[in-house]
Nanobody, 122 residues
């Protein structure tokens, strides 16, 4: 069965770091772009980062540039989101999503994980 499972969320203080994992099953990541999204309380879901199938191209929301990094290990069928210098406004449920394409085309997501909660608070 096709599945994306996020993990690594938790409570962290401002300025701290966290690494999220997205593990795929039922398919291989080799031919898919993968992205991370988040949804803060009372807010719309927003894109955070995306990486193409080969890991040769990435893009980030302006709010996380220089702080977050997305990377992948296709052999392990896993995509990661390293989050550094976290801010309270980074709080939210983080979801990974699969693209039906190799590149991060807008609106190209075709499958979602169920999310992992990240809370940045002192």
């Amino acid at each position: 069965q096709l599945q994306l499972v996020e993990s690594g969320g938790g409570l962290v203080q401002p300025g701290g770091a966290l690494r999220l994992s997205c593990v795929a099953s039922g398919f291989t990541l080799d031919f898919h772009a993968i992205g991370w999204f988040r949804q803060a309380p009372g807010k719309e879901r927003e894109g955070v980062a995306c990486i193409n199938d080969r890991g040769t191209s990435t893009n980030y929301a302006d709010s996380v540039k220089g702080r977050f990094a997305i990377f992948r290990d296709n052999a392990e069928n896993t995509v990661y989101l390293q989050m550094n210098r976290l801010k309270p406004e980074d709080t939210g449920v983080y979801y990974c999503a699969r693209w039906g394409s190799r590149s991060c085309n807008p609106g190209g997501m075709d499958y979602w994980g169920v999310g992992t909660l990240v809370t940045v608070s002192s």
